[in-house]
């Protein structure tokens, strides 16, 4: 099935530093979640964004919804070792937004 | 405030075997989507359903079949296991009404085929 591109696969960072991960798509969404994924937990909303340009912060956390409509990223702020997971973009459209569109996934190591 | 809930957690068929996985929504949520996430993978969408029917369907063949119940809640039937449908099934639920694309994840269910 359709996934979106999402980048880098993996990162492995020092606690505090900065981390970005976006997302492409070669179809347009009218709306852009960024979820995180615990080992053995289901995937939980961090943020949406539902405006071509629209910029969103939650916390330490900020997501952009690109122009184009086929691009999203997420910015997180002075990593802490809890931020460590799966972070998942996904896009949504169409006459039905249940059906999400979903990323590979960006693994994020804090190292303390 | 209850969320949304999956049972059972984990379970090992063998092939051929059917399996029924069972979700109940968030409280005040309607709608119910079921996911397929295979180990190291993004969730892949299988179906959705509101208002007891079946909506709209991912590119899953016809061994996946689903229900919803009067009270939202949902099944997900798999026939004819076979060793690719081991994966993690997530259920997600959201109100129709608010047709945002904010869905909420249960834990999911693992199923693995032998």
């Known amino acids: 099935g359709q996934q979106l591109n999402q980048s880098p696969q993996s990162m492995f960072i020092q606690e505090g530093e900065d981390v970005s991960m976006n997302c492409t798509s070669s179809?347009?969404?009218?709306?852009w979640l960024w979820y995180k994924q615990d080992p053995g937990e289901g995937p939980v909303l961090l943020i949406a964004l539902y405006k071509a340009g629209e910029l969103t912060s939650n916390g330490r956390l900020t997501a952009q919804f690109g122009i184009t409509r086929k691009d999203s990223f997420l910015n997180i702020s002075a990593s802490i070792p809890s931020d460590v997971g799966i972070y998942f973009c996904a896009g949504a459209g169409g006459t039905s937004y249940g059906k999400l569109t979903f990323g590979q996934g960006t693994i994020l190591t804090v190292h303390p | 405030d209850a969320g949304v809930t999956q049972s059972p957690t984990h379970l090992i068929k063998t092939r051929g075997q059917q399996v029924t996985l069972r979700c109940s929504p968030k409280?005040?949520?309607?709608?119910v989507s079921w996911y397929q996430q295979a180990l190291g993978q993004g969730p892949q969408f299988i179906f959705q359903y509101y208002e007891e029917e079946e909506r709209q369907r991912g590119n899953f063949p016809d061994r996946f079949s689903g229900h919803q119940f009067p009270n939202y809640s949902s099944e997900l039937n798999v026939n004819a296991l076979l060793l690719g449908d081991s994966a993690l099934y997530l259920c997600a639920s959201s109100l129709d009404l608010e047709n945002t694309g904010e869905l909420f994840f249960g834990e999911g269910s693992r199923l693995t085929v032998l």
């Open positions: 179809s347009i969404f009218n709306t």
């Open positions: 409280s005040g949520h309607d709608t």
